[in-house]
């Protein structure tokens, strides 16, 4: 139980366009999912937390007009990166909760952003 | 800042020995703690949760959680080659819907 799939897992763009990516748990309901941004050989970056019906809580840092997030059910959010350039590039990673006290985060297999 | 600390390694094992991952966390509000597995190139995997001070076991894995220490800790025993990873400790506090990461702790096992 508690899978989190996300799509598309790679995904090359040119500068100056935006790309969605695609966050859905499959067999449990997520109110809240997280969206983390990591750079190679660097530690996870929390970019956003994404409510369910509500807008998302961006940290410090993160640009939320750049950085679109949009959780319209349940089960699915989505990560938009518009006016995407080089610097862009990285690997996101989704991840929900069950919502519960003692409950982990459960990731997605994230998607590998290349800007040209 | 509410952080977890990890020694970034590389930590290096012979194949078969004990793998000992530890961590230390700030935040005494801090009542879930969680080990996750990252290979290279892919997401973290959950490994285990612990929650309770002492042990908690699932097969080669151990993790240990010491509240007044503020200290958690993992154990691989009969480490393989496969287990080559970083390991990625969390918390969560129980007042907010956060997990804060540590930068984590990159395993090599030597066959």
């Known amino acids: 139980g508690a899978v989190v799939s996300q799509h598309p897992s790679w995904v090359i763009c040119k500068s100056g366009t935006s790309v969605k990516i695609e966050c859905r748990s499959l067999?449990?309901?997520?109110?809240?999912m997280f969206w983390y941004r990591q750079f190679p050989k660097q530690s996870l970056m929390l970019m956003a937390t994404?409510?369910?019906?509500?807008?998302?809580?961006?940290e410090q840092g993160v640009e939320k007009d750049k950085f679109l997030i949009n959780h319209a059910s349940l089960t699915l959010s989505t990560l938009t990166v518009t006016s995407a350039h080089p610097e862009d590039s990285s690997f996101y990673i989704c991840?929900?909760?069950?919502?519960?006290?003692?409950?982990?985060?459960?990731f997605g297999n994230g998607t590998r952003l290349t800007v040209t | 800042q509410k952080e977890v600390e990890q020694n970034s390694g590389p930590l290096s094992v012979p194949e078969g020995a004990i793998a000992s991952l530890n961590c230390t966390y700030s935040?005494?509000?801090?009542?879930?703690f969680f080990w996750y597995r990252q290979y290279s190139g892919k997401s973290p995997e959950l490994i285990m949760s612990i929650y309770s001070n002492g042990d908690k076991e699932d097969g080669r894995f151990t993790a240990q959680l010491n509240k007044a220490s503020q200290y958690v800790s993992l154990l691989i025993r009969d480490s393989q080659p496969s287990d080559s990873a970083t390991y990625l400790c969390?918390?969560?506090?129980?007042?907010?819907?956060?997990?804060?990461f540590g930068t984590g702790t990159r395993l090599k096992v030597l066959a």
């Open positions: 935040d005494r509000g801090s009542q879930s």
């Open positions: 991840s929900a909760t069950l919502g519960q006290e003692n409950s982990p985060l459960h």
């Open positions: 969390a918390s969560r506090n129980s007042g907010t819907y956060k997990y804060i």
């Open positions: 994404s409510n369910e019906g509500s807008k998302a809580t961006y």
């Open positions: 067999d449990f309901q997520a109110t809240t």
